[in-house]
């Protein structure tokens, strides 16, 4: 199975901008630039990686988890997962992705907190998206509602 995605980017790094366009179209002509990236901290300046690999994660975290509960008889009424992923200057010039936190809140009948807190972390170590981030530090806060 693969799935696609497309980055058209015109000009310099500072002073240039790109399109996002996604295999689904859920992303189609989205813009990013670097002052999304790297200066705009509300988003409104259009997307960015990490902000899709945080997407990305909770997604599947999430699903992971979902499937897990079910597995375990305790099918979730609502899972709400986020990830913040966290990037700044690299020791030896440029940028990296360090961290990538999930917070989770689940509404999961006839679940008790120690049972929810083994499966999330099983879903936060299996999840296909935490295995490809295997190269930074990947956090996990999860609760019941």
């Known amino acids: 199975m693969n799935r696609h995605a497309t980055a058209v980017w015109k000009g310099t790094l500072t002073e240039g901008s790109g399109t996002l ?6 992303l189609a002509k989205q813009p990013y630039s670097f002052k999304g990236r790297f200066q705009d901290e509300s988003g409104k300046s259009g997307t960015n990686p990490e902000e899709l690999i945080a997407a990305a994660h909770a997604g599947c975290f999430a699903m992971q988890l979902s499937h897990f509960l ?72 999860a609760k019941l509602a």
């Open 21 to 26: 366009d996604t295999q689904s179209g859920a």
């Open 70 to 141: 079910a597995e375990n008889g305790t099918p979730a009424s609502e899972l709400s997962a986020e990830a913040v992923v966290t990037y700044g200057p690299a020791a030896g010039g440029g940028f990296e992705i360090t961290e990538s936190a999930l917070k989770l809140t689940g509404k999961v009948p006839g679940i008790d907190a120690a049972k929810f807190k083994e499966l999330a972390d099983k879903a936060k170590a299996g999840c296909p998206v935490s295995k490809a981030l295997g190269a930074i530090k990947v956090t996990l806060d």
